[in-house]
């Protein structure tokens, strides 16, 4: 049984998003990730419903409170993830109690797929760095940690996928972090991918769920875009393996489609891979991440119909590695059990704090509250839609 004050969370958590017919030019961001700014917006208080490729989401559906019950299958996101252990601290400490302290019902992360993109290279040490000016290891215990909570989808292609040059004499860092990985799998309903050998990670990763009651084959892949050359990580520019990503996720007969996309300095590249994912090759949900902040969400059709849901960032999620930041989101995606139809899209706004602790936005933070009210979202294919919050004007 849920404690009343669980109720009453677990009745207002979800914030919405709101039309954004109204809305200009993408807001200014902050470069430093710590500054506590509040998001404005442009918004018209009388939202105004266009009739014309409306995205089936919310507009005659109430919040959908947790757990969904058995209409929906529920997909979540979140982004940049790490236990770094650096400070001396947090060689003693585990990540699992950083998760339950965040959310000790298993709720708030709880869906049926849940997805974490894992900024670090994974290995017990690290016997030569490559030059980067901030080099990420966690342990394997910490990805372990993560997996017994219920995260299922791991992304680990990003800009730090490949921190660890050299694990030892035979090995470098990358292949111990996919070691690590299909270590930790095996026997777990797990999906991974995003650093491996060349012709593993030019090919989508992909398995049958039990989802409540029902068989369901979901495909994933992960890819960045960066600035620099990497031997064992995926990438999405055509001459990696971008192109044969896309064909794989074309060609698979997956029920249900996920991409997780990071950039660095390369949001727009990132933009437009995630669209030929949609548009292209049947997807159904984008996860993008490595700008360390929210981003907008976009409706795009697919050539077959229907529409897939792009989220243009989730910021981080719980990485003690990177200074805190106040601009995150926990991304839900519903679709329907039967049809596997979207259904609507909620999100959580969070901070990450000093060693990676998480916490939900106050009345009192100045910040978007993530127990406030629910507002429906409205949105169309080809439009994004900026975050909106309904506790601000």
């Keep these: 049984m ?4 669980m109720k009453i969370l677990v009745a207002c958590l979800f914030l919405g998003l709101r039309d954004a017919d109204a809305h200009s030019a993408p807001r200014s961001e902050s470069s430093r990730a710590s500054e506590l700014d509040v998001p404005s917006t442009n918004l018209s208080t009388q939202e105004r419903v266009s009739s014309s490729s409306l995205l089936p989401v919310s507009v005659d559906l109430q919040t959908v409170p947790f757990p969904s ?56 040490s690290c016997q030569k760095w490559n030059l980067v000016q901030f080099p990420f290891i966690s342990p394997p215990r910490a990805l372990k940690d993560a997996f017994d909570f219920g995260f299922n989808l791991f992304g680990v292609s990003n800009n730090h996928a490949e921190d660890c040059g050299q694990f ?9 972090t996919r070691y690590e990985l299909a270590n930790l799998a095996k026997g777990k309903k797990v999906l991974w991918h995003g ?46 393996q971008g192109e044969e990503i896309l064909q794989s996720m ?56 229907g529409k897939g849901i792009v989220f243009h960032g989730l910021g981080n999620f719980s990485h003690s590695g990177i200074v805190s930041n106040h601009k995150n989101i926990i991304a839900r995606v519903l679709l329907k059990k039967e049809t596997l139809e979207l259904a609507q899209v909620q999100i959580i706004p969070f901070s990450n704090l000093y060693q990676g602790e998480l916490k939900l936005h106050s009345a009192k933070s100045g910040l978007p509250e993530a127990n406030f009210d629910w507002k429906r979202a409205v949105l169309q294919a080809g439009r994004k839609v900026s975050l909106a919050f309904s506790n601000f004007p």
């Design 195 to 240: 650093v491996g050998k060349s012709h593993e990670i030019s090919k989508v990763s992909t398995r049958i769920f039990q989802l409540k009651g029902k068989k369901i084959k979901v495909a994933f892949a992960a890819v960045s875009f960066l600035n620099w050359r990497t031997h064992s990580t995926s990438r999405g520019e055509a001459n990696y």
């Design 69 to 124: 019950g058995q209409e929906f299958i529920d997909v979540r996101g979140v982004g940049d993830t790490g236990w770094i252990q650096s400070d001396p601290e947090l060689k003693r400490s585990e990540f699992s109690s950083l998760l339950r302290s965040f959310d000790p019902e298993g709720l708030i992360l709880g869906g049926d797929l849940n997805f974490l993109n894992w900024e670090s290279s994974v290995g017990p």
């Design 168 to 176: 030892d004499d035979k090995t470098t860092g990358a292949m111990r």
């Design 250 to 305: 074309r060609r698979s007969d997956a029920k249900i489609k996920i991409l997780s996309v990071h950039t660095q300095s390369t949001l727009e590249q990132g933009k437009a891979y995630a669209a030929r994912f949609i548009k292209e090759a049947g997807g159904d949900i984008v996860f993008s991440q490595g700008e360390h902040k929210w981003g907008d969400v976009e409706a795009i059709e697919k050539a077959t119909g």
């Design 2 to 5: 849920l404690s009343l004050k």
